[in-house]
């Protein structure tokens, strides 16, 4: 039997501005009702849990400052992988890069907290991760640029060895970074001068205004400088580049290795804020494969990638709380930002593609016995 109709998808020549505000807004209500479905087929009441999301996430002064302060490392990761994206570069490693951040800045306020002034201990920490973060990721930014090798394999591989990084400094008896005479295994602490003090009595650290500044910077460097310019011609398309005299090959490399100083920044805003010292149980959090979500949502939009962070460490903060104020699964929180991206994805066909509805002509139903 034939169908009555078929779909037929077209490509916009100018997709309309509203959609790039609707596709992302449309997303996190489609994600929300598939939220409440799974709730309601496990038992769980939806009113009583996004509400509880709500008020522990966003509404009450003790939640929102928790939403803030996690929400500044989530901004970095997001800005990592929207970075790159501007160039159609997909660096999924930001998880590894953030580690490796971690390892950096801790060494950085152990080797020269005790020597030296807050003042130049804060930011020599933050640009000690963002270094390391740009070191991480220079092999799979020269064999993109010089072998055309995939950055998504390299970048993903890289993370598991620098997991194994962060729990061999641990637990490896004597190690530099290891607090001694400890019962169980655990980091040193970096020094006073190495640490932001909170903001007032609570989670969030004056970082989330420096992240939330380089956002912004960002998006105007993307938008309006020449460096901008070079990479949005390289992303609409390559042939037309080389021709123009821009090299692909170094812009690539490029912005491959501020996409990694921007993860290992966001590692370094932990030392500094609220870990304090190199933990392995960064590894279980998934930090960095969350940015790459909330680039998604955003739609690469340095300037958007505040908000989406935000809503995801509202999430987070949100989900996290839920077990204590309810029976609900933590797990709630996850599952809304995966079918975010999901239904996010899905949406930029309805971006980039007019889909009509055409009937099938001469429809008769054939039935075979």
């Not at 910077?217 to 990479?231: D, K, N, P, Q, S």
């Amino acid at each position: 039997m034939r169908a009555p109709f078929r779909l037929q998808f077209e490509q916009r020549t100018e997709t309309p501005k509203r959609l790039g505000i609707l596709v992302p807004v449309a997303s996190v209500f489609a994600a929300l009702i598939a939220g409440a479905l799974f709730l309601l087929a496990t038992g769980h009441s939806v009113g009583d849990t996004y509400s509880n999301m709500l008020s522990d996430g966003f509404l009450s002064s003790t939640g929102i400052t928790d939403t803030l302060g996690l929400s500044t490392v989530l901004i970095c990761t997001g800005i990592a992988a929207a970075f790159a994206f501007q160039m159609n570069l997909y660096n999924i490693g930001g998880e590894g890069q953030l580690y490796v951040g971690m390892i950096g800045a801790t060494w950085f306020g152990l080797f020269f907290g005790e020597n030296l002034p807050s003042f130049i201990m804060i930011p020599l920490v933050l640009l000690g991760g963002a270094l390391c973060g740009a070191v991480w990721i220079v092999i799979p930014a020269w064999v993109r640029a010089r072998l055309g090798t995939s950055e998504i394999v390299t970048t993903l591989l890289l993370t598991y060895v620098a997991a194994s990084l962060v729990n061999h400094f641990i637990y490896r008896s004597g190690s530099y970074f290891r607090a001694p005479n400890t019962m169980f295994p655990q980091g040193r602490q970096v020094p006073d001068s190495a640490m932001l003090s909170p903001i007032g009595d609570t989670k969030m650290y004056p970082t989330f205004f420096i992240v939330v500044l380089l956002s912004l910077a960002l998006h105007w460097m993307v938008r309006r400088t020449e460096f901008g310019y070079r990479i949005q011609v390289i992303s609409d398309s390559p042939r037309a580049a080389r021709y123009a005299g821009i090299s692909a090959r170094r812009t690539t490399v490029q912005v491959m290795l501020i996409s990694g100083a921007l993860a290992g920044l966001g590692g370094a805003t932990l030392i500094i804020g609220s870990f304090q010292r190199l933990d392995p149980g960064i590894v279980t959090l998934g930090y960095g494969y969350a940015g790459i979500v909330i680039a998604a949502l955003a739609r690469n939009n340095m300037a958007a990638v505040i908000v989406s962070g935000i809503l995801f460490a509202g999430l987070r903060s949100g989900g996290d709380k839920l077990q204590i104020s309810t029976d609900t699964p933590i797990h709630i929180g996850v599952m809304l930002q995966g079918a975010i991206l999901l239904f996010a994805l899905g949406g930029e066909a309805f971006r980039r593609y007019k889909i009509r509805v055409i009937r099938t002509p001469n429809v008769r139903a054939e039935v075979t016995v």
